[in-house]
């Protein structure tokens, strides 16, 4: 039973990060950011264009943590058959 088991539970934790990965990565691209601001010397921490950035590279973070998680339990459900 644990043989048919692990496989398929390591193919549905696949396919759970697969999907989030692509939802973090679609939410990382939605939208139009904000024009940016010309500043002297360093934009300040509220600059729109710079927090839809951060967003945007945190969206991407957690879009690649899924994946790489989705990528690892494909891998394990092919090797434990």
Known sequence: ML???VPAVLSSVSAIFALA???FWFRSAEGQ?????GYW????ETDPFLMAFRRSL???RWGAICAGISAAALAG???TN
């Open 58 to 60: 945190q969206m991407n």
């Open 33 to 37: 950011p904000p024009p940016p601001k």
């Open 41 to 44: 010397g360093q934009a300040p």
């Open 21 to 23: 990965a692509a939802y």
């Open 3 to 5: 043989e048919t088991l």
């Open 77 to 79: 459900s092919l090797f």
